[in-house]
T-cell receptor, first 115, second 112 residues
Framework: DVKVTQSSRYLVKRTGEKVFLECVQDMDHENMFWYRQDPGLGLRLIYFSYDVKMKEKGDIPEGYSVSREKKERFSLILESASTNQTSMYLC??????????????FGPGTRLTVL | EDQVTQSPEALRLQEGESSSLNCSYTVSGLRGLFWYRQDPGKGPEFLFTLYSAGEEKEKERLKATLTKKESFLHITAPKPEDSATYLCAVQFFSGGYNKLIFGAGTRLAVHP
């Protein structure tokens, strides 16, 4: 069964802290994504990666960076957390050659609160 | 501007009361339209992919349809376990990549 796991379900950090969110997929997918989800705004793409060590900015990359050293792992880094980064963070993966469904597989999410 | 709008924001139904959720989009060069279901505190789960106007997909009490400007998710005789947020997403080609834009979702509550 397809699985995307995220390191924490809930996280509370202080303003200015460096925050690491980890995502691991066991499906050998090439593409991985980080989104944030806020009420009324839907999911917004922060960064994505289509291969190891490759990364591309999404729609809202400011204040974030990413790392993909291994195919199965995609990390989101908040260099200096701020209160406006309080959100639900969702990781997703997708194979490069997708079948008819062409869907992304999502992890359970990390609810981050920055105080 | 590329945009995906879902309506209504929230919908309350009685068990057995059929209804439809709407997803309208303004993008150039649609590559696919996706419906996901999201339960509270969980990640979205895939429901359907539609690729061209006129296409329909069904799964249990759900049926998704697609026109050139919008998609509907029809729920027939819903049950309380259908309560969730339903997300629509549109894929299109932009800047050398397939982009995916999500709508804000429709929160569905089905009461016994």
């Amino acid at each position: 069964d397809v699985k995307v796991t995220q390191s924490s379900r809930y996280l509370v950090k202080r303003t200015g802290e460096k925050v690491f969110l980890e995502c691991v997929q066991d499906m050998d997918h090439e593409n991985m994504f980080w989104y944030r989800q806020d009420p009324g705004l839907g999911l917004r793409l922060i960064y994505f990666s289509y291969d190891v060590k490759m990364k591309e900015k999404g729609d809202i990359p400011e204040g974030y960076s990413v790392s993909r050293e291994k195919k199965e792992r995609f990390s989101l880094i908040l260099e200096s957390a701020s209160t406006n980064q309080t959100s639900m963070y969702l990781c997703a993966s997708r194979p490069q050659r997708a079948g008819d469904r062409n869907e992304q597989f999502f992890g359970p999410g990390t609810r981050l609160t920055v105080l | 501007e590329d945009q995906v709008t879902q309506s209504p924001e929230a919908l309350r139904l009685q068990e057995g009361e059929s209804s439809s959720l709407n997803c309208s989009y303004t993008v150039s060069g649609l590559r696919g339209l996706f419906w996901y279901r999201q339960d509270p505190g969980k990640g979205p789960e895939f429901l359907f992919t539609l690729y061209s106007a006129g296409e329909e997909k069904e799964k249990e009490r759900l049926k998704a349809t697609l026109t050139k400007k919008e998609s509907f998710l029809h729920i027939t005789a819903p049950k309380p376990e259908d309560s969730a947020t339903y997300l629509c997403a549109v894929q299109f080609f932009s800047g050398g990549y397939n982009k995916l834009i999500f709508g804000a979702g429709t929160r569905l509550a089905v009461h016994p």
